[in-house]
């Protein structure tokens, strides 16, 4: 099973409206990171928070964790049509030997 | 600077043939990691290099698949005896730190079709 779900699978907003991603996982982590994925191409990390921390901006983006209900959410402000792709989350799980699991993403399309 | 790059971009082979796939990671990056990644699907692990410490193959899902890294740089996937279910896009990744907190750079990926 999924540890990362993402929530909604796909999410359509107009231009210059935030977009708000959801994540939850199911075991204890390490930390938590944001990747993105255009069409075609591979993933770019977007941001990493660990479990020690509540909330991270980068830029229009800005991250949170909630340890206690485990869940993440990514949100962006001020959208743009370029931020249209593929959204995944991934945890690295506590423990030894665990590896960076990711959800399954949600695809945002920004309509100019 | 130079980001991981994979080749081919697309492979598209017959049943039962074998493929080989490139990553060449960053300059300096230690650790190596190749996922697949099927149509909306999440990324699922197969194989994970760190330095010249033994490979994590605990993701490959079968004895067809193979990878090594050769002088701790590039890296070949090795599928033999191709099905059509290992029609996927292949992505490899490499980061500084042998630690899997670290954040991963990708490549492109392989788009293999197996017809």
């Known amino acids: 099973s999924q540890q990362g779900e993402e929530d909604p699978q796909a999410l359509s907003i107009q231009e210059g409206e935030n977009a708000t991603m959801n994540c939850s996982y199911k075991?204890?982590?390490?930390?938590l990171q944001w990747y993105r994925q255009n069409s075609g191409r591979g993933l770019v990390h977007l941001i990493l928070?660990?479990?020690?921390?509540r909330e991270k901006h980068s830029g229009r983006l800005r991250v949170t964790l909630d340890t206690s209900k485990k869940s993440s959410s990514l949100l962006i402000t001020a959208s743009r049509a370029a931020d249209t792709a593929s959204y995944f989350c991934a945890t690295l799980s506590t423990g030894a030997n665990s590896k960076l699991t990711f959800g399954k993403g949600i695809t945002l399309s920004v309509r100019p | 600077g130079a980001g991981v790059s994979q080749s081919p971009s697309n492979k598209v082979t017959e049943k039962g043939k074998d493929v080989e796939l490139r990553c060449d990671p960053i300059s300096g990056h230690t650790a190596l990691y190749w996922y697949r990644q099927s149509l909306g699907q999440g990324l699922e692990f197969l194989i994970y290099f760190q330095g010249n410490s033994a490979p994590d193959k605990s993701g490959l899902p079968s004895d067809r698949f193979s990878a090594e890294r050769t002088g701790g740089s590039v890296s070949t996937l090795t599928i033999q005896r191709t099905q059509q279910e290992d029609s996927a896009v292949y992505l490899c990744?490499?980061?500084?730190?042998?630690?899997?907190?670290?954040?991963?750079?990708f490549g492109p990926g392989t788009r293999l079709t197996v017809t």
């Open positions: 928070i660990r479990s020690n921390e």
């Open positions: 075991t204890s982590i390490n930390n």
């Open positions: 990744a490499s980061s500084l730190a042998s630690s899997w907190g670290r954040e991963q750079y």
